[in-house]
């Protein structure tokens, strides 16, 4: 905890939607560093990850919430109430849609659950630089007259359209109190889960559709060495022996491109040299361990 801040604000802004709507790519654009995976891929968010902003005496604490969707196995209930836990948690709220392609279903579950709740959310309209305008303004119109909106924001988080003032009308929002982190923080994620989640995201990034959710990365050790490398040692699991081949490719090339995408990516978040070493491993029920839930932040029991 750091020291008050004279006339300092602090909330926490939850961000909520559909997989694969952008939230994770906003997060990092309001950061303005990674602190969130992202794939083209929907469903990549599993736990709850904090993005830190500091903006002159005010401290935006961002929850990428999982996406929300009809839930079929224990991981997506785990996944979905999460996301709602979220959003009652945080003073602000952002629904944020992918304005370019139709979520209408998943959106409506979403609308639904907000006012199941009796809260609101302000809408943000992302990817609007792949949707035409007038789409874009019938699209506005719909949330606008939903009665849960607050106020609509149209943005591009890939290119940084909007989101200027999509931060300015968060920051203006939050209500007073000390810093809840300290000021160079940006996020909460342990180190042993971000090195997970970064060789996740060059699972997804890599292996495209031969492999899409059926694994889970697990960093087993994170050890310092004595010249300031790290050296980490994880371990991939899938649930089936045709998926192992897959992760390592033939003549084991595949698994060494994971590896050493994700050692470049790690070297750079780190700030140090990183040593990575990967195990595949088949484990038929891996989404069913419990320790999984515990080291996302996930409920078991849900």
């Known amino acids: 905890m750091t020291e008050p801040h004279t006339q300092s604000r602090c909330g926490f802004v939850a961000l ?6 952008g939230k994770s790519t906003l997060v990092n654009r309001m950061v303005g560093a990674k602190v969130a995976i992202v794939s083209p891929k929907v469903q990549t968010t599993r736990s709850r990850v904090t993005g830190i902003l500091v903006e002159g005496t005010a401290q935006a604490v961002f929850l990428d919430l999982p996406g929300v969707f009809a839930p079929k196995r224990r991981l997506d209930r785990a996944m979905v109430a999460a996301a709602w836990r979220g959003v009652e948690e945080a003073e602000q709220r952002w629904l944020v849609v992918d304005a370019a392609r139709s979520d209408a279903d998943e959106t409506a579950l979403i609308l639904d659950g907000l006012k199941s709740r009796n809260l609101k959310a302000d809408i943000v309209l992302n990817k609007t630089d792949l949707i035409d305008p007038p789409k874009l303004l019938t699209l506005a119109q719909f949330y606008a007259n939903s009665g849960l909106a607050g106020e ?16 300015a009308h968060l920051i203006s929002k939050l209500p007073p109190g000390p810093f809840l982190y300290p000021e ?34 697990e960093t087993e050790k994170f050890e310092d060495r004595p010249d300031g490398s790290a050296r980490i040692e994880q371990t991939i699991y899938v649930a089936r022996e045709g998926q192992r081949k897959i992760v390592i490719g033939a003549g084991g090339e595949r698994i060494k491109k994971i590896g050493e995408s994700a050692r470049i990516e790690l070297t750079k978040l780190l700030d140090r040299k990183v040593h990575l070493f990967l195990h595949v491993k088949v484990q038929e029920k891996w989404d069913e361990k419990r320790d999984f839930y515990k080291a996302w932040g996930l409920e078991y029991e849900v």
């Open 16 to 21: 909520l939607g559909a997989p694969n709507a």
């Open 152 to 167: 609509v924001f149209m943005v591009s988080a890939e290119t940084g359209d909007g989101c200027e003032r999509l931060k």
């Open 184 to 217: 160079d923080d940006i996020s909460d994620l342990p180190a042993r889960l971000l090195a997970a989640e970064v060789t996740r995201e060059q699972i997804y990034r890599q292996l495209h559709q031969e492999l899409p959710y059926a694994s889970a990365v």
